[in-house]
Nanobody, 119 residues
């Protein structure tokens, strides 16, 4: 299937920027959709941004206009550029890939990367 490794998290002041990266390996050709999710302490994991095979993107209302999801097909990497960060953006950010491999749907996750925004 697909393996995902995130990087780029860290500590940033409110109003600052960070770029997360997610490197994919394995059956890259089988990916239909890539996404970033986040999970704050005590809360459920929520979708932040998605990008489909044809390049269509979608964003959570809370990040529209501040976050941008993009991908580099040559590098098999998906990015999340985050600007104007707020303390409420603090969470563990996870990369996700969905696809079909061997006629079976799969749902792969990375290990997560911590983003902390200080006020």
């Amino acid at each position: 299937q697909v393996q995902l490794v995130e990087s780029g998290g860290g500590l940033v002041q409110a109003g600052g920027s960070l770029r997360l990266s997610c490197a994919a390996s394995g059956a890259i050709f089988s990916i239909n959709r890539l996404a970033w999710y986040r999970q704050a302490p005590g809360k459920q994991r929520d979708s932040v941004a998605t990008i489909t095979r044809d390049g269509s993107t979608n964003y959570a209302d809370s990040v529209k206009g501040r976050f941008t999801i993009s991908r580099d097909n040559a590098e098999n990497t998906v990015y999340l550029q985050m600007k104007s960060l707020k303390p409420e953006d603090t969470a563990v950010y996870y990369c996700n890939a969905e696809g079909v491999y061997g006629s079976r749907w799969y749902d792969s996750w990375g290990q997560g990367t911590q983003v902390t925004v200080s006020s």
